[in-house]
């Protein structure tokens, strides 16, 4: 039978293990991979192509801007020159890596609101996801960039793509990683009644992609987090067919004036 001294004992090793666990896994998450640079990409608008006209802002986070690979390769850049096959684009982002959704509400919607887009993807949700933003909190500041992006163009198409799958990013370990998923989970959860209540176009690279980073290591960049080229390459034709999604439909906002 056990007595209070040896209860006492038994519960300071079981938080000593616990504690010494946690610091492995935060040794590990810090040190697993090289890091990578956010490259730097031209912030003044972009004209590409011919035809009628279209202004194409992309917000978001370091996924945005292509961390992992060149920005010539990231799915910013392959959307505006898809764009472009049948539009005269003026293409401009606004996307700073480590940007969460709030970060998106604050800094970047005043400079994107300015350009009055035909169209805006947000690529955001990644750092929500691993710094456990709330539910609540992702649905207000993103109802209030719908609001700030519609005020600046009525006819606004916005797409998002929520989260990725950040438990494909091999930089977590067990258990940290299993907890990533069930964060993507929540994360975009909390996209999808504010997608659906605004009409808004999702372009689902969790839903469409993951099971291909959980399978292939070798999508990621050196920092074991982003993605590189070829990950990238899995979100492109995501992201394309939810922009002709949204270009295809009337409009989005049925508040707008007819």
Sequence with gaps: MFTKHRLLILLAIIILAFVLFAVIELLI??????AVPAPNIPRAPQSLGSGPKLTYVVMGDSTSIGQGTSYSDS??????HYLARNHAVNFVNVGVSGARIKDVLDNQLPKAAAYKPNVVLIGVGANDATHFTSGSSI???????I???????CNVRIIVTGSPAVDGARRFPWP????MGLRTRQVNNAFAPIITKDNLTLAPIALKTRAAFIADPTLLAADKFHPNARGYALWIPVVNNALNTALSSPTQNN???K
């Design 29 to 34: 998450i810090k040190y697993n991979g090289t």
């Design 75 to 80: 799915y910013a850049e392959a959307s505006a």
């Design 139 to 145: 649905q207000s500041s993103l109802q209030k960039i």
């Design 147 to 153: 609001t700030g992006l519609r005020q600046a163009n």
């Design 176 to 179: 940290i990683r299993q907890l």
């Design 255 to 257: 508040t707008c004036p």
